[in-house]
């Protein structure tokens, strides 16, 4: 048997699952310290369907712990970032473009020094070590505990900074290092930022791992504990501490890949509508599109996988304003206090909740609480709400041939059985708890993107040395070795570089291995 968790920001769900069936699924409000939601839903789980905690083969968390003390700014470790380029990339310092207050709140201090490769995997320079002791002993006398270090071109060669590392850890040995070619993609400035922002987040991963941790044992599972990543794959608790920036975006992951699951469909676009917000991304082959740009995180430019996801802020918990004639549904929402502050809860606060009641799309709650509201009103929020959430999905779309909707998530009763020319709307069953469905099913991933000088004649060889590559990497990380398959390639010949030069990018999904985990 499985756990699958997901924490959102209004709700955490649980679902307990025996190979492809859903014996319980739970719903709990969501607590402002998180662990305190997984205990009860890991309690509500046992009411359910008790079972006994030694069955349980693992457990799979998706948490928003990670993105929220990004967004809030709160939580961060001092953070270094040195950068390995001289006497290239000086007239852009790390950390340029990021808002002060995340400056501020990382005390972010930034050294450039020798270094750096070609996309070949020329030397620009050779690395100085002089240079990195003088660093270390900068970061010693001004109390940094993590360091983000970068090097030009680094996903072809890492050598500078793994050397760099070795150097910095050497004279600082409790100092936590985290390299931009384990982290990021191809893009200097993009890397370097996911890698600062992973290396704040250092300190903060090791309390959360454990605290998620002692929420399980505390309910009798011992049981190992993965995370969900933002590609759909998992990722055990030593990862996690390593990279906690791959958690970004389990959320609105998991709710795809549980509604893949769910639903049978593997292309389709998927509107999971939570408390807060509402997330619409595309599934291709059963995972997530994934964005092939920078993306925005916090207001700092990274380039780490990510989901291709618009968010609305459209939820169960939105607040409703206006009248029949101008109404407006969020973005604003009152989110985890939805059970405190909507009428039907007996609240004084109209919520996107509340007009799905007294339109009849849900029974929550005291339907009485809304019993003398305005029908139009709750009409034309309604209308709204469809409206925004079709546009969204056109904006997604890249072809004109129009996309299946799976909908699913608690909220998603807000949405009509039809939108625009997508048709019905599908609402699989366990729908309102399709991010940890998604979670329990996540399998174990591994991914080469890299740049490939492609000779005549010798394309094909190239593809096949990067497929074995992120095939050998999925099971290296876990996964049964029979069970692998590759489902993304992407090529993208880059014109203005000699040599043939291909950026090639596989990604390969396997199981988990249950029988190591048992063992």
């Known amino acids: 048997m499985r756990i699958g968790i997901d924490v959102g920001g209004t709700n955490t769900d649980a679902v307990l699952m025996d190979g492809q069936s859903v014996l319980a699924a739970v719903k709990t409000a969501t607590t402002r310290d998180v662990t305190g939601g997984i205990t009860a839903a890991l309690a509500g789980l046992q009411r359910q369907r008790a079972f006994d905690p030694a069955a349980v083969n693992a457990v799979m968390i998706g948490t928003t712990h990670f993105i929220n003390a990004l967004v809030e700014a709160d939580r961060l470790a001092p953070t270094a970032a040195v950068r390995l380029g001289l006497p290239a990339t000086a007239s852009l310092p790390p950390m340029v473009d990021w808002p002060e207050r995340l400056v501020e709140a990382i005390a972010g201090r930034a050294y450039l020094c020798h270094g750096g490769h070609e996309f070949d995997g020329r030397r620009i320079a050779d690395l100085r070590e002089d240079e990195i002791q003088?660093?270390?002993?900068?970061?010693?006398?001004?109390?940094?505990?993590?360091?983000a270090i970068s090097s030009v071109f680094s996903p072809v060669n890492a050598e500078f900074e793994q050397r760099a590392a070795d150097i910095l850890t050497a004279q600082l040995p409790g100092l936590a290092v985290s390299l931009s070619s384990e982290v990021g993609r191809m893009g200097l400035l993009e890397r370097e930022n996911a890698t600062i922002i992973n290396a704040s987040l250092r300190e903060l991963a090791g309390q959360i791992v454990d605290g998620l941790a002692d929420s399980l044992e505390g309910a009798?599972?011992?049981?190992?504990?993965?995370?969900?990543?933002?590609?759909?794959?998992?990722?055990?608790?030593?990862?996690?501490?390593?990279y906690p920036v791959a958690t970004f975006a389990s959320g609105p992951?998991?709710?795809?890949?549980?509604?893949?699951?769910?639903?049978?469909?593997e292309t389709c676009a998927v509107v999971d509508v939570g408390g807060t917000t509402s997330d619409i991304g595309v599934l291709r082959h059963g995972f997530p599109r994934e964005a092939t740009t920078e993306v925005s995180v916090a207001g700092i430019r990274t380039n780490f996988r990510m989901p291709d996801v618009l968010s609305l802020g459209i939820g169960g918990g939105s607040r409703v304003r206006g009248d029949a004639g101008a109404v407006t549904v969020g973005p604003d929402s009152v989110g985890y206090r939805?059970?405190?502050?909507?009428?039907?809860?007996?609240?004084?606060?109209?919520?996107?909740?509340?007009?799905?009641?007294a339109a009849g799309r849900a029974a929550i709650g005291d339907p009485g609480a809304v019993r003398d509201l305005d029908r139009s009103l709750a009409q034309a929020a309604l209308a709204r709400i469809a409206r925004d959430i079709g546009d969204a999905i056109e904006r997604?779309?890249?072809?004109?041939?129009?996309?299946?909707?799976?909908a699913v998530g608690g909220g998603s009763i807000l949405l009509p059985d039809e939108i625009?020319?997508?048709?019905?709307?599908?609402?699989?069953?366990?729908?309102?708890?399709?991010?940890?469905?998604?979670?329990?099913?996540?399998?174990i991933g591994?991914?080469?993107?890299?740049?490939?000088?492609?000779?005549?004649?010798?394309?094909?060889?190239?593809?096949d040395e990067a497929k074995q590559e992120a095939v050998d990497r999925?099971?290296?990380?876990?996964?049964?070795?029979?069970?692998?398959?590759?489902?993304?390639?992407?090529?993208v010949p880059l014109a203005y570089l000699p040599g043939n030069a291909t950026r090639i990018r596989v990604k390969a999904v396997g199981d988990l291995q249950m029988e190591a985990v048992r063992g």
């Open 420 to 443: 625009g020319d997508s048709g019905q709307v599908h609402r699989p069953e366990h729908f309102a708890v399709a991010n940890a469905i998604g979670a329990a099913i996540a399998q």
């Open 220 to 242: 009798g599972i011992r049981a190992p504990l993965y995370l969900s990543q933002n590609d759909g794959t998992l990722m055990d608790v030593d990862f996690a501490r390593r």
């Open 396 to 406: 997604i779309r890249t072809s004109p041939e129009p996309l299946p909707v799976v």
């Open 134 to 147: 003088r660093v270390a002993e900068e970061l010693d006398r001004h109390g940094v505990r993590s360091v």
């Open 338 to 357: 939805l059970a405190e502050e909507a009428l039907v809860f007996g609240g004084a606060t109209l919520t996107a909740t509340d007009v799905a009641v």
């Open 474 to 491: 999925a099971v290296a990380s876990g996964a049964k070795p029979g069970s692998v398959r590759v489902v993304e390639v992407d090529e």
């Open 446 to 463: 591994g991914e080469v993107d890299r740049i490939f000088p492609v000779e005549p004649g010798q394309r094909q060889s190239v593809l």
């Open 253 to 265: 992951t998991n709710s795809m890949r549980g509604a893949a699951f769910l639903s049978g469909l």
